[in-house]
């Protein structure tokens, strides 16, 4: 097994621990549908690959007001691969207002999906981005919250747990340029 594979089954254990915490109190009509978690899947890889065009629709109507995002990688890349002004593990984003103003300053990514996994109100995404050469590989956990009538999508994107290879992004942003043959032979020990 390789460390991804771990790594995804450890996610989606975790996923479906906080899943079942949640079936206790809501009942199976208030859980997602499978085209209820594509929906919410297909929202978040859309305003992650289109926010050079960014639709505020799009954003105000699939993330929630008190909307949250983790992701070390990202405050990685927001500091330039040093420490600056986001601690690693601090949150990215504190609310939908951080995340308009966080994703409407980035260029535009290509995103594809490529596995989803949901439970009541969880739904799990591993995604490829393609910003140069390095293809970069992760996995984002959101937590969907049901909507109030009169939204266009029946869930909204609560907090948003993302990882990714940083390092692969910073090397195709030229920040970090590998020193292959000393690594190599380092690894090779």
Not at 24 to 39: G, K, L, P, V, Y
Request: some cysteine; proline content about 5%.
């Amino acid at each position: 097994m390789t460390d991804l594979q771990g790594l995804l089954r450890l996610l989606m254990a975790v996923a479906l621990v906080a899943g079942k915490t949640s079936l206790a109190t809501r009942t199976e009509s208030q859980c997602m549908s499978i085209e209820d978690a594509q929906q919410v899947a297909s929202n978040w890889q859309n305003l992650q690959s289109t926010y050079n065009e960014f639709s505020l629709s799009l954003a105000e109507e699939s993330i929630a007001v008190g909307f949250s995002s983790y992701a070390s990688s990202t405050n990685t890349l927001v500091n330039g691969g040093c420490s600056r002004p986001i601690p690693l593990n601090d949150p990215t984003m504190t609310s939908r207002k951080s995340f308009f103003e966080g994703q409407g300053a980035q260029r535009m990514i290509s995103m594809r999906l490529l596995n989803m996994w949901h439970t009541c109100s969880t739904v799990v995404v591993r995604w490829r981005a393609d910003p140069g050469p390095d293809p970069v590989v992760g996995i984002t956990i959101l937590e969907a919250t049901p909507a109030a009538g009169g939204h266009a999508f029946p869930w909204l994107i609560e907090t948003a747990d993302s990882e990714f290879s940083s390092a692969a992004w910073l090397t195709n942003l030229g920040i970090f340029t590998p020193e292959c043959s000393r690594n190599s032979s380092r690894l090779a020990r």
